[in-house]
């Protein structure tokens, strides 16, 4: 489900083509009227017609509109308010595993971070990674970001600053598999720097017949071929790795 965020703080964000706004001319006859900004950014407003407004906050219209009011000899002192009921134009997306997944508005500078907060955080299904796609000038780009590294003191400029119509994709949780003698057998969410021993222990540990000798890990390579691989306690785990626990025989 999209959801529209954000319109309460519109006030100072750049207007653009498809934002609608509610302009109210005080002292005017006429009722407040609702004008969407076309594409060559004007609106529609009552007495002086059409008016200019693309790249201009709410606040800059709402001048701009006063002043012609005035220099055409409508009113003397106009009182005007433009208040944004849709805003269209300066959009991010959030998708995949967030709460509120939907469409946020830039209400200022505001980072990966920020707008990953915004939709509420990530789910308990959701990793550490968000993809970022961004398209400029036809031309799209992906660049992933490390939630966990920008939390725990990773580089900040990997926080990147957004732009109008950025999608933000935060990825499900990687996983990884145990099989043979443990405890509990199945899949397990992988968590940063996991080492062999802390999956072993998120799947149960051992059964009474399992034994940590000769623990092997298989493992998908680029070529997509399985190899296994000897391990230790202190191996880490990758992604979709299968942790294999073998029966003692004494």
């Known amino acids: 489900m999209m959801l529209f965020q954000g319109g309460a703080h519109a006030a100072d964000v750049p207007l653009g083509p498809g934002d609608v706004v509610r302009v109210t001319i005080y002292g005017d006859v006429n009722q407040p009227t609702e004008t969407r900004v076309t594409e060559s950014g004007t609106i529609t407003v009552p007495l002086i017609g059409e008016v200019r407004v693309v790249g201009l906050s709410s606040t800059g219209a709402e001048q701009k509109i006063a002043n012609q009011l005035r220099d055409k000899g409508f ?25 509120k997944p939907g469409r946020y508005v830039l209400d200022g500078p505001r980072t990966v971070t920020d707008m990953v907060a915004n939709a509420g955080g990530v789910t308990p299904d959701g990793g550490d990674i968000v993809t970022l796609v961004r398209t400029d000038d036809g031309v799209t780009t992906r660049e992933q970001i490390n ?19 950025d999608v933000l994709v935060v990825e499900r949780a990687q996983k990884f598999f145990i099989y043979g003698e443990a405890q509990r057998p199945g899949m397990y969410r992988l968590e940063h720097a996991m080492t062999v021993l802390q999956g072993l222990s998120a799947g149960g540990g051992l059964t009474t017949r399992g034994t940590e000798r000769g623990m092997k890990i298989k493992r998908r390579g680029a070529d997509g071929k399985l190899t296994e691989i000897k391990v230790d306690d202190d191996t880490l785990l990758q992604p979709d790795d299968i942790l294999y626990i073998r029966e003692s025989w004494f």
Not at 147 to 165: F, H, I, M, P, R
């Open 75 to 99: 009113m003397r002192d106009p009182q005007v308010n433009v208040l944004v009921t849709n805003m269209v134009s300066q959009q991010v997306a959030v998708l995949g595993q967030v709460t």
């Open 147 to 165: 939630l966990w590294e920008l939390s725990n003191g990773g580089d900040q400029a990997k926080n990147v600053v957004l732009q109008k119509d």
